[in-house]
């Protein structure tokens, strides 16, 4: 059974950094793209950044750019989220994903398999 688990989420001031980790069980994700999605109330739920296969590639929503950062550890099975510089605007529940493809993927219709996501909220 698959099984992917999100941990780190909580709350902290703007400006603040938290970092978010997704554990993969289950499967051998190695193979596939990954990506974290955020969804806050009232909003559909958004693309924030995917990796490749092997950690080489990557891309982020321009909300994100430049304050994020995606990586995964394919040996362990698990992905990151470095979140820095936050804002109240980046409060919402994150869910980490994994792709039916090998590289990058922006569009929750190419992700499989969904964590049950982490609540981040950012105050001001």
């Known amino acids: 059974q698959v099984q992917l688990v999100e941990s780190g989420g909580g709350l902290v001031q703007a400006g603040g950094s938290l970092r978010l980790s997704c554990a993969a069980s289950g499967r051998i994700f190695s193979n596939y793209a990954m990506g974290w999605f955020r969804q806050a109330p009232g909003k559909e739920r958004e693309f924030v950044a995917t990796?490749?296969?092997?950690?080489?590639?990557?891309y982020y929503a321009d909300s994100v750019k430049g304050r994020f950062t995606i990586s995964r550890d394919n040996a362990k099975n698990t992905m990151f989220l470095q979140m820095g510089s936050l804002k109240p605007e980046d409060t919402a529940v994150y869910y980490c994903a994994v792709a039916r493809t090998s590289g990058n993927a922006y569009s929750t219709r190419l992700y499989d398999y969904w964590g049950q996501g982490t609540q981040v909220t950012v105050s001001s």
């Open positions: 990796i490749n296969w092997s950690g080489g590639s990557t």
